[in-house]
Every structure is written in structure tokens, then in C-alpha cells.
């Protein structure tokens, strides 16, 4: 759903990221998602965890599912990629 908003953004020339308005979406959704995981959802884990928003088992978990999910990502999002701008 991301992406498709993205690509409407880009078409009509409203992407209100600077510097991205040149940018088509698929060009750079692989590496993107990877940053995400990177930026936002592995650091956000780390925090639950080292506040026990989860209790003591459940943080360490959360941050080892990030970190598995972004390392599937790497193995097989190329793949998924292609078919999903398809």
C-alpha cells in the first residue's frame, strides 16, 4: 500500500520529500526497506527492550524478530521487489 502511494505521489508530482521527486519508487524500495529496518524498527526494539515494555523475555525477542525479518528481507527482497512493481 506504501509503495502505491508513493508511486501516485510520483506521477502526479507530489512526493513532498525533498530531493525524491525524481526518484520512481521502485529504483530504490529494496535498499529503503532495509534503512527502515536499520533506522527505525531494530532501534525502536532496542529501546522496548532496554525500558522492559515487554518484560524481561519479551524484548530480546522483539529485536531478534527485527533483526531476522531484515535479514530475510536481504535475502529474498530483490525477488519480492520485482514482482511487487510488476
Given at each position: 500500500?506504501?509503495?502505491?502511494?508513493m508511486?501516485s505521489?510520483?506521477?502526479?508530482g507530489?512526493?513532498?520529500?525533498?530531493?525524491?521527486?525524481d526518484?520512481?519508487?521502485?529504483?530504490?524500495?529494496?535498499?529503503?526497506?532495509?534503512?527502515?529496518?536499520?533506522?527505525?524498527?531494530?532501534p525502536?526494539?532496542?529501546r522496548?527492550?532496554?525500558?522492559?515494555?515487554?518484560?524481561e523475555?519479551?524484548?530480546?525477542l522483539?529485536v531478534n524478530?527485527?533483526?531476522?525479518?531484515?535479514?530475510?528481507w536481504?535475502?529474498e527482497?530483490?525477488?519480492?521487489?520485482?514482482?511487487?512493481?510488476?
Open positions: 500500500r506504501l509503495y502505491n502511494e508511486l505521489a510520483f506521477r502526479s507530489q512526493s513532498h520529500v525533498p530531493g525524491f521527486n526518484v520512481h519508487p521502485a529504483d530504490n524500495w529494496y535498499e529503503s526497506q532495509i534503512g527502515f529496518y536499520d533506522g527505525y524498527v531494530i525502536l526494539a532496542s522496548l527492550d532496554s525500558c522492559k515494555a515487554f518484560h523475555e519479551g524484548g530480546p522483539f524478530l527485527a533483526k531476522r525479518n531484515r535479514d530475510r536481504r535475502e527482497g530483490v525477488a519480492i521487489t520485482k514482482r511487487m512493481i510488476e
